[in-house]
């Protein structure tokens, strides 16, 4: 895509990313793509916001050039240090190296660190103000979302809010980068997705940092990734609260691991009971199938969770320690859940189980389910009332 026209005299130079297999070398996008939105408001001054990951650019400041010609660029406005969005820095340097770079004081600190850059800064406290000519910035600090050094541009005179990863998502754009254009239920599980990875960890913050906005008049929300969103910015503004909030909906996600079928008939099981329990959607993941970015983004989603597992070798199966790894991390204390799993000879399923318990402080709907090898009908009976307390907890 070229250079793109948002309003007067803002510009879209952001990229699509096709490349990169793993974001954050862990969470796959191979099969969607992921674009690095960045700007430019060609103005009496000129100002960039953000940069694009370095491996793309060349495109970028081939579409900076198409907008602004031959003039200068006056002011890098960096909202975030994170690499996707600034480690074009040097290339954009190497064009414009009298452009002066505006951050906070966390910003700097990580840029000289990266990048060696400390010179030609411009530092800016939370409401500060940049004048351009016509338009005039203000700049608002939404620390931990996702960094430290986080913060948000607004646009006072076009009512536009350059908000960084707040409002972005997995999934790149094609063939228009604007809400209007776009099948929005298509972005609804990447949106999620990448909120649940990126930035559930830090659903408190953002939820101040969303507070925090709600406070200005918002007609255009322009993130470093997803779309850009022109026609319904109150779409995504609704669906990041609902997600910051951690409401979920009617439902239960069974994540759950098997070496040899065991587990996965407990898990089968299960989800037969919760169907005619009528708990709503029951989705069924297999942790060394499925990637755990899309079971964490059905999570987020769903009230009732469900993990299972075999033991090996006196501790849990390792896919699942993985999972509960990262759940230790984001927390899914808006939720109800329940274990069950699984022994040869002796456990170890349970002891991860109940130390994740302790960690999280979970809000367990029963005792975990152990069963030795095949589940045998009295196994069954047990998932089913294991079932049905799950039904309960979450109707
Ligand atoms: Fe898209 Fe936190 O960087």
Redesign the pocket.
């Known amino acids: 895509m070229n250079a793109v026209n948002i309003k007067d005299e803002i510009f879209w130079v952001g990229v699509n990313d096709y490349q990169t297999i793993l974001f954050e070398g862990m969470w796959p996008i191979d099969q969607e793509g992921v674009s ?1 939105n960045a700007y430019v408001i060609n103005d009496e001054k000129v100002a960039i916001i953000d940069t694009v990951k370095s491996i793309k650019a060349d495109e970028y400041i081939e579409k900076i050039k198409s907008i602004i010609g031959d003039k200068m660029v006056d002011y890098l406005i960096v909202n ?1 240090m ?1 690499p ?2 600034s480690s074009g820095i040097t290339e954009l340097l190497a064009e414009y190296p009298d452009m002066q770079i505006v951050g906070n004081k966390k910003t700097f600190p990580i840029m000289n660190n990266f990048y060696k850059i400390c010179e030609n800064l411009h530092e800016v406290c939370d409401g500060d103000t940049l004048c351009l000519g016509k338009h005039t910035l203000q700049f608002f600090m939404t620390p931990m979302v ?2 430290p050094e ?1 913060m948000v541009t607004y646009d006072i005179t076009d009512k536009v809010l350059f908000s ?2 707040v409002f ?1 998502s997995f999934k790149a754009p094609v063939g228009s980068i604007f809400d209007g254009d776009n099948d929005l239920a298509a972005f609804e599980e990447p949106t999620r997705r990448y909120y649940a990875c ?1 930035v559930g960890k830090v659903a408190g913050q953002a939820l101040k940092a969303l507070n925090k906005l709600g406070g200005i008049e918002i007609e255009t929300i322009c993130p ?2 997803g779309l850009i969103w022109r026609d319904n910015p109150k779409h995504i503004l609704d669906m990041y609260v609902k997600m910051s909030a951690k409401e979920t909906d009617p439902g239960v996600v069974i994540a759950y691991g098997s070496m040899y079928g065991c587990t996965q008939k407990a898990a089968e099981a299960l989800a037969i009971a919760l169907k005619s329990e009528g708990v709503g959607e029951v989705k069924l993941y297999d942790v060394a199938k499925t990637d755990i970015s899309f079971i964490i983004s059905d999570i987020w989603k769903y009230k009732g969770l469900f993990l299972g597992a075999p033991s090996y070798y006196g501790q849990i199966f390792p896919k699942m320690a993985n999972l509960l790894y990262k759940l230790s991390e984001i927390r899914v204390d808006n939720h109800k859940v329940g274990f069950f799993g699984n022994y040869s000879w002796s456990g170890g399923a349970d002891k991860n189980f109940n130390a994740f318990i302790e960690c999280t402080k979970a809000d367990t709907i029963d005792e975990i389910l152990m069963i030795q090898g095949t589940p045998d009908e009295a196994d069954v009976i047990k998932l089913k009332a294991l079932a049905k307390k799950m039904a309960e907890a979450i109707n």
């Open positions: 690095y975030h994170e996707d969005h996702h960094w986080s960084m990863d972005g990126i470093s990734h």
